[in-house]
């Protein structure tokens, strides 16, 4: 993504950015939603939580639930306090590299910003992820991929911020994690994982 590039973000013009550079963010976000429903959370965990865009449709499928975002940047963040209930949330500065919020949580989401990470930091979050999840827990992100075929890579990607992978090598990471991984919605180059902590 050519924001992405500038190794910052605007908060004042991500949204409308997000949706011509990636034009299924909204469907991207409804499917993260969508996957985390079957679980019954009453906490959340948001990795990456920008300008709250993933956390609002979260908290949106689960009525009472409490979420806490992590983001390193405070800009972003606070967009996101402006547009979260105050009462159902707490946005800390942090990076994913850094300890995670301390659990359990039912359900730990995360859009766009594993694919910051590069591939053995990707697998070690996910073994810290899925410590912190409680049994029958659920991890769910959605993100741009490394897909099968070349030429569906139309997402933009800074070569040095964004570091994406294939759906096959997380799906593996995660089952090194411990979890039962699948595919819960793709389309060309992003997608979304599920990954489950067994009861
Ligand atoms: C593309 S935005 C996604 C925000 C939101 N989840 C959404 O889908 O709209 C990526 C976010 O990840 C954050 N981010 C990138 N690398 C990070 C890291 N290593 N640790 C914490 N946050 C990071 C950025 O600051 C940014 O807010």
Known sequence: MRAMAQFHWDPATYRSLMRSEVPAYDEL???V???TKEVNARRVLDLGTGTGETA???LAVHDGAFLVGVDESDEMLTMARQALPASRVELLVSRLQDPLPTGPFEVVVSALAVH???APAKAELFGRIYSLLSDGGRFVMGDVVVPENPEDAVTP???GYDLPDSV?????WLG???F???VAWQQGDLAVLVADRRA
């Open 116 to 118: 910051h990470l590069d």
């Open 157 to 159: 990607v800074d070569g």
């Open 56 to 58: 609002g449709r979260v």
């Open 180 to 182: 039962d991984a699948a």
């Open 29 to 31: 976000q409804d499917a």
């Open 33 to 35: 939603a969508a996957a």
């Open 176 to 178: 090194d994690a411990g």
């Open 168 to 172: 096959k090598d997380q799906l593996r």
